[in-house]
């Protein structure tokens, strides 16, 4: 279709000027050859007639404005030139201004209805607290709060110096019990042994006459604890090896 | 009638020149590092490249960014602009064309077209195209008409096929010449106005088929 040759142009060149017959450029003979194709070449008249559409279609298309800081943007990103107006802007302002938009900016997150509500229950029960603990504001001065701590301080240690101070005589009375306690048991122990050298002594003494052709071995203990015996004595004569042997 | 016109069009390539000498000095002394040279070529030509990225991307939002990122990548390699090879108009929409494709290709993955139901544009709360084609309201104002054609038809822009978007957009938009055009695509200047007769032709058939009611 596009080889075929009507009025003398071919489709393929009637496609060529297309261009410049929508535009209105085309002249002489050109232009002559160019409609006698276009009435005689049904596919090339509808091509005709689209092109010529969609080109009034696209020449009734206006600008579109840009945004209004694309500019300052753009400077901004590439030579700072908007960067250096911003500053100047920035130095007019006053420093009051400067503090309340850092201030605004660290606190903006907190400045919303749901935290104000919030920081106002917390409020509350604060107060609510204090009043039952019969905290007064004007104790929580710097003056009464040192105040306080230091007397709270000196409670504790009182009190600490106090649980030491009992432990300690706890402790000592234990011991002296526990000694007290030992001397009876050692004193008892004494006292039965005592007695018991004392029985095996009256034993010995009813034992010990002079029998014919016996023989008594008196050990070194025992002659020691008749000593003693004799001279009425409770001594307590400590270990000594003792030695009895049986008559 | 014949004088008048030459005298319109002699005055109209005097001050073409003449603009195109005032921007050679201005990015002569960018190159040098003259920030309020560099300043005034931005405010010269920020609304052009804007409106290039706006009619090929299709969102104010992408628009804004790509023009962000078009002054940024000239403001950068502006001192190895070579004015004897292409005009600074020419090489700036190189620049922007390229960076049109790169951002084509990286939402290509992204989505694969445009539905009739998306409301694109910077008329974003808008109808619907299926919307409009539905709609029985009579515009009562041409104004009104005129604005609401043309967010059909930067929405049907969207639809035809990215080379023959960027051909239409720098001819018919931007008024730009074959050659520069050619410069620009990198192709014949007889690439270049087949691709946009095919774009016109395409973009008539898409309105056609969607606004027909409208239209």
Not at chain 1, 114 to 137: D, E, K, Y
Not at chain 2, 45 to 62: K, V
Not at chain 2, 195 to 213: D, F, K, M, S
């Amino acid at each position: 279709m596009l080889g075929e040759n009507k009025s003398g142009m071919l489709c393929t060149e009637f496609d060529a000027l297309l261009t410049e017959a929508v535009e209105g450029t085309l002249k002489g003979e050109q232009r002559l050859r160019f409609e006698q194709h276009q009435a005689a070449c049904a596919t090339c008249e509808a091509l005709f007639a689209e092109v010529t559409k969609g080109a009034a279609w696209l020449h009734e298309m206006e600008d579109v404005a840009p945004p209004p800081m694309l500019v300052h943007n753009i400077l901004a990103a590439t030579s700072g030139v908007g960067q250096a107006a911003a500053k100047a802007e920035e130095a007019r302002t006053s420093a009051w201004e400067r503090l309340r938009r850092q201030v605004s900016g660290i606190f903006a997150p907190v400045l919303t209805p749901r935290f104000g509500m919030s920081l106002g229950m917390a409020f509350f029960s604060v107060t609510l607290v204090l009043n039952m603990a019969q905290i007064r504001i004007k104790d929580l001065t710097p003056h009464n709060l040192s105040h306080t701590f230091y007397s709270s301080q000196n409670k504790v240690m009182k009190y600490y110096e106090n649980m030491r101070l009992v432990y300690e005589i706890e402790s000592r009375v234990r011991d002296l019990r526990n000694a007290s306690e030992e001397n009876e048991r050692e004193r008892e122990e004494r006292n039965r042994r005592h007695e018991k050298n004392n029985n095996q002594i009256q034993e010995q003494n009813q034992n010990n006459q002079p029998q014919p052709g016996g023989h008594q071995d008196f050990s070194l203990g025992q002659s020691w604890r008749w000593l003693a015996s004799m001279g009425g004595r409770e001594m307590y004569l400590g270990e000594l090896a003792m030695q009895r042997r049986e008559i | 009638m014949l004088a008048r016109f030459t005298a319109v069009t002699g005055r109209v390539v005097e001050a073409r020149v003449e603009e195109a000498q005032v921007v050679a000095l201005l990015v002569r002394r960018c190159a040098a590092g003259d920030a309020v040279a560099w300043e005034e070529l931005v405010q010269r030509f920020h609304r052009r490249i804007y409106n290039i990225c706006y009619r090929f991307a299709g969102s104010a939002e992408d628009a804004q960014d790509l023009t962000q990122e078009v002054f940024i990548k000239v403001y950068r390699t502006v001192a190895s602009f070579d004015g004897e090879k292409a005009s600074f108009n020419t090489w700036l929409t190189t620049v922007t064309r390229n960076l049109l494709v790169d951002h084509f290709r990286k939402k290509r993955n992204d989505r694969m077209t445009d539905s009739m139901d998306a409301a694109q544009g910077a008329d974003e709360d808008g109808p619907s195209l299926a919307e409009r084609l539905a709609s029985n309201q009579p515009s009562q104002q041409s104004h009104v008409e005129s604005h609401e054609r043309q967010q059909m038809v930067h929405r049907a822009l969207q639809l035809i096929s990215p080379d023959l978007r960027e051909a239409v957009i720098l001819r018919d938009l931007q008024d730009m010449d074959y050659r520069e055009i050619a410069q620009v695509l990198k192709v014949p200047e007889g690439t270049v106005k087949s691709r946009i007769n095919r774009g016109r032709a395409e973009l008539a058939r898409v309105l056609q088929r969607t606004y027909r009611p409208a239209l």
